[in-house]
């Protein structure tokens, strides 16, 4: 990750979270990260765009 | 449903008021006093955090820009992007993946924090992401008239 804040500046729970799956995994997903953090600022809103075009009728 | 996600695009950058790292009524007056500074004004964090908001527009204003479509909106022709970040800029509205290491860190350099730098690079992203939304909307209207034709 580029931005050391998307690997360590989470939120505690996130962070928890996101510890456990490195551990696991060996790797944090970038998407999570990204979206993850201070959610208010993009996250919420881009998981929204993804909700609508992944569940909502194409025409 | 695409205006849809169009307008949840666009609340990225809207007022609401949960936006930006302080809270409402210090990021208003924060902003006001903000808008004042130039662009070279940096003396505090406190105004360096709410100048992002502002900031956050012009640059997704200057990526529609660069993207050769929309015309920037009218809230943000009143703040200039500082040249420190016009190429980073255009990379990652143009090029996103040869946007390296060596980027960020001359950024940090000239002064930008990481909070910083994610929010103009969202801002950037999502300014490219939606001209070209906007320009695909648009060619969808044109092929709809070309078959009623």
Same mark, same amino acid.
């Given at each position: ?31 999570? +990260? ?13 998981? +929204? ?11 | ?6 307008? $949840? ?5 809207? &007022? @609401? ?8 009524? $210090? ?9 004042? $500074? ?10 360096? !955090? ?16 660069? !993207?050769? =479509?929309? /015309? ?18 255009? @990379? ?10 060596? &980027?960020?860190? =001359?950024? @940090?350099?000239?002064?930008? /924090? ?19 939304? !906007?320009?695909?909307?648009?060619? $969808? /209207? ?8």
């Amino acid at each position: 990750m580029r931005f050391k804040i998307l690997d360590h500046g989470h939120r505690p729970l996130p962070q928890f979270v996101f510890n456990v799956i490195w551990r696991v995994t060996g790797f944090l997903p970038g998407p999570l +990260a990204v979206n993850s953090y201070r959610r208010e600022l993009f996250g919420r809103h881009f998981s +929204a765009c993804i909700q609508a075009a992944l569940r909502e009728s194409s025409t | 449903m695409l205006n849809q996600v169009r307008t $949840l695009l666009g609340a990225f950058l809207g &007022d @609401k008021p949960n936006h930006g790292v302080a809270s409402p009524a $210090l990021r208003r007056a924060i902003e006001a006093q903000a808008a004042q $500074l130039s662009r070279d004004d940096r003396a505090t964090v406190t105004v360096l !955090n709410a100048r992002s908001a502002q900031l956050r527009r012009t640059i997704e204003a200057q990526a529609a820009q660069i !993207n050769q =479509a929309d /015309s920037p909106p009218a809230s943000a022709s009143s703040f200039s992007v500082p040249t420190a970040l016009e190429a980073y800029i255009r @990379k990652v509205t143009l090029h996103a993946d040869k946007v390296t290491d060596n &980027d960020i860190e =001359a950024l @940090k350099q000239a002064g930008y /924090s990481e909070d910083e730098l994610f929010e103009i690079t969202i801002s950037a992203a999502i300014g490219a992401a939606r001209t070209r939304l !906007n320009v695909g909307l648009a060619a $969808l /209207s044109i092929e709809e008239d070309i078959h009623a034709f």
